[in-house]
């Protein structure tokens, strides 16, 4: 290990030092080592977002205080360093795991960013990385904005992880430079509703645990509402139970870390599912709901695959890991409906909103 550290510089520079250190009477290698001293307190461009990732359990919470529970008061808005870091993770979620979908919805926001972001820079001017967007949007340039609308109204309403990956790289890249936009036009693109529908892609993106889930949970004590829903669609039941705060809780009660069950009860079977498997199967099913042309053949995701009735044989069915579980149609159909609707009003779709920002969710 070398204990000294010989440098060499330019004999002009040198020249100066020489001079400027008689000029202040002190010896040539004080005079560098103050002018070192001072120049790494300093921070360089990129400084503060190599902090941010260097701790990133330390900015999600900095973060959820600010975008999730909406602690703005008294504190400075997001700054451009963060919002790389939200961007980075956010498509950095498309790459973990394998055999996920994401939807328009999923994707709308961050291509509305990505939209407003290259109007801005049409408007004032600006270089536009014209070989970049074409490469990854498949326009001319010859008039950007409605190339761009046109190519998102010809997207597929259910993209492949790794496409809609593809998609989110000129955010996450330097196509867009965050530096040269004012305060107020970033504060009007990147509005906190906007930021909250991408947070939980942000702890996807980081491999977030049910444990670091856990412990910002008890640091922060988010108000997620306890819910029991009971789902059933043949012979078969979903019992979905949020654990959370119930509406006639004192306040200082012992405060429950919110968490998600599912049991699954069949004729002959029961079986318990977490979240990471629960959401996959919400997606799936969500997505069947709204678009069954686009899944018509079904799907075999990472931990969940569906086949709709018709499609191998009469019975629909989906696979939860290893167990494949057979429903009549009418039974599959009403499973569907009942699931993607039931989560998606009410006091439970507020209880899995609060759920994805402490456990992320593509």
């Not at 498509?91 to 709308?108: H, N, Q, V, W």
């Not at 012992?254 to 079977?269: A, C, N, R, S």
């Not at 494949?324 to 899995?352: D, M, W």
């Amino acid at each position: 290990m070398l204990s000294q550290l010989n440098l060499r510089f330019h004999k002009k520079l040198i020249g100066a030092l020489k001079a400027r250190a008689g000029a202040e009477n002190v010896s040539v290698n004080a005079l560098a080592e103050r002018f070192l001293d001072d120049g790494l307190k300093t921070d360089a461009p990129g400084d503060g977002y190599f902090q941010l990732i260097s701790d990133p359990e330390a900015t999600v919470r900095q973060l959820y205080r600010h975008i999730v529970l909406g602690q703005t008061f008294g504190t400075a808005p997001i700054s451009r360093d963060e919002l790389r870091f939200l961007l980075t993770y956010a498509r950095e979620a498309f790459l973990c795991g394998r055999g996920r979908l994401a939807t328009l919805p999923a994707l709308s926001t961050l291509l509305d960013i990505t939209r407003d972001l290259l109007a801005w820079q049409v408007e004032h001017d600006r270089p536009v990385d014209a070989h970049y967007l074409r490469g990854i949007f498949r326009l001319t340039g010859e008039n950007w904005i409605e190339e761009f609308d046109a190519f998102r109204g010809e997207l597929r309403p259910v993209v492949d992880q790794m496409y809609a990956e593809h998609l989110l790289r000129p955010l996450e890249s330097d196509c867009f430079k965050l530096a040269d936009m004012p305060d107020d036009q970033l504060a009007e693109i990147f509005t906190l509703p906007r930021l909250k529908a991408i947070f939980p892609l942000v702890l996807r993106g980081l491999n977030w645990t049910d444990e670091k889930a856990a412990a910002l949970a008890q640091e922060l004590r988010p108000l997620i509402p306890a819910v029991m829903e009971t789902i059933e669609a043949g012979t078969l039941r979903l019992e979905i139970r949020v654990d959370g705060q119930h509406p006639d809780q004192r306040p200082g009660a012992w405060y429950d870390t919110p968490k998600m069950h599912l049991i699954v009860t069949g004729q002959e079977f029961v079986v318990p599912v977490g979240w990471a498997v629960f959401t996959e199967l919400l997606g799936l099913f969500s997505l069947y709901a709204r678009f069954p042309e686009a899944l018509a053949h079904g799907h075999h995701g990472e931990r969940v695959m569906f086949s709709p009735p018709g499609h191998v044989m009469a019975d629909g069915f989906f696979g939860l890991d290893g167990l494949r579980i057979f429903l009549p149609e009418e039974g599959f159909k009403t499973l569907v409906r009942e699931l993607s609707t039931q989560c998606a009003e009410g006091t439970l779709a507020e209880a899995l909103t609060g759920l994805r920002c402490l456990y992320g969710d593509l």
